[in-house]
């Protein structure tokens, strides 16, 4: 079972990280080692958060017996000496850390929520910058300046801007259909493909090459559409995200310029 394999991991992580006392309200032993109350429950309501499924009595047995079964394990591991070696060593110590941060990054969500005026103004924002107009052009991508200048000469010749797309062009997602990139606003395009985008004319291309990160560009403008952006409704969940984000990567800047950081295990070139 799947529910049950999630139980698994879990509760190996929290066997591995939690120190064996006897406890009074242990929910079993093996070979004298308590399996803990506060595991089982921890691991339930985990469960229960992930799934929305209520707890019941054949869940926790399963867990009980998820936990016994890496108990076990978790024995003969430390008979064997894993758990002193190097590299145990470090990847519990680099886990310990990921569940702390990341404990800590959710109580930030939590503690600096996205408020329903944040929402509506990141709304605004997206509808101006998604613009009131969609795009259809094809393209062909290549390496160098001189291959997009070959093939702007060429297309002038009346070569077929689809046949050229198909045989060089380095953009997989078009490549096959002849530099089709269907239609999209030029908001989600890098912003000098965009911007010489907007300034074509229906039926037009780029007369010089254009240039972003992902190589060197050859843009024809096939049609344009007004662009009726999604309401409110279907897009706050993803701006909230963004939001959320946004204040994680903001508080996390503050910390770093407030912090003294040395970096001494680069070799100097």
Same mark, same amino acid.
């Given at each position: 079972m799947?529910?049950?394999?999630?139980l698994?991991?879990?509760?190996?992580?929290s066997a591995?990280?939690?120190? /064996?006392?006897l406890?009074?309200?242990?929910?079993? %032993?093996?070979?004298?080692?308590?399996?803990?109350?506060?595991?089982?429950?921890?691991?339930l #309501?985990?469960?229960?958060?992930?799934?929305?499924?209520?707890?019941?009595?054949?869940?926790? $047995? &399963?867990?009980?017996?998820?936990?016994?079964?890496s108990?076990?394990?978790? =024995?003969?591991?430390?008979?064997s000496?894993?758990?002193k070696?190097?590299?145990?060593? *470090?990847?519990?110590e680099?886990?310990?850390?990921?569940l @702390?941060?990341? *404990?800590?990054?959710?109580?930030? +969500?939590?503690?600096?929520?996205?408020?329903?005026?944040?929402?509506?103004?990141?709304?605004e924002?997206?509808?101006?910058?998604?613009?009131?107009?969609?795009y259809?052009? #094809? /393209?062909?991508?290549?390496?160098?300046? *001189?291959e &997009?200048?070959? +093939?702007?000469?060429?297309? !002038?010749?009346?070569?077929?801007? $689809?046949?050229? *797309? !198909?045989?060089?062009s380095?953009?997989?997602?078009?490549?096959e259909?002849?530099?089709? @990139?269907?239609?999209?606003?030029? $908001?989600?395009?890098?912003?000098?493909?965009?911007? $010489?985008?907007?300034?074509?004319?229906?039926?037009d291309? %780029?007369?010089?090459?254009?240039q972003?990160?992902?190589?060197? /560009?050859v843009?024809?403008?096939?049609?344009? #559409?007004?662009? =009726?952006?999604?309401?409110y409704?279907?897009?706050?969940?993803?701006i909230?995200?963004t939001?959320? =984000?946004?204040?994680?990567? !903001?508080?996390?800047?503050?910390?770093?310029?407030?912090?003294?950081?040395?970096? %001494?295990?680069?070799?100097?070139?």
């Open positions: 799947k529910f049950v394999k999630l698994l991991a879990i509760a190996c992580v591995l990280s939690t120190a /064996h006392a406890d009074a309200d242990a929910v079993a %032993t093996v070979n004298g080692k308590p399996i803990k109350k506060t595991w089982v429950d921890f691991i #309501r985990d469960a229960e958060a992930r799934s929305g499924q209520k707890a019941n009595d054949n869940m926790k $047995a &399963a867990v009980i017996n998820e936990l016994v079964g108990e076990l394990a978790y =024995q003969e591991a430390q008979k000496g894993i758990d070696s190097a590299d145990f060593v *470090a990847s519990e680099l886990s310990r850390r990921k @702390l941060v990341n *404990a800590f990054l959710a109580d930030f +969500i939590k503690k600096n929520p996205v408020t329903e005026a944040e929402k509506k103004e990141g709304y924002q997206y509808k101006k910058e998604l613009g009131d107009k969609e259809s052009a #094809r /393209h062909i991508l290549v390496k160098t300046d *001189a &997009a200048k070959a +093939i702007i000469a060429d297309l !002038k010749k009346g070569t077929d801007f $689809a046949k050229i *797309a !198909k045989d060089k380095l953009d997989p997602g078009s490549k259909k002849g530099g089709d @990139l269907g239609w999209f606003s030029p $908001a989600g395009m890098v912003k000098p493909f965009a911007d $010489a985008l907007v300034n074509l004319k229906k039926g291309m %780029t007369q010089e090459p254009v972003s990160q992902f190589g060197w /560009h843009i024809k403008l096939i049609d344009t #559409r007004a662009l =009726q952006a999604p309401a409704d279907k897009v706050k969940d993803g909230e995200r939001i959320q =984000q946004r204040k994680l990567e !903001k508080f996390m800047l503050s910390l770093k310029e407030k912090s003294k950081i040395e970096v %001494t295990g680069l070799e100097k070139k």
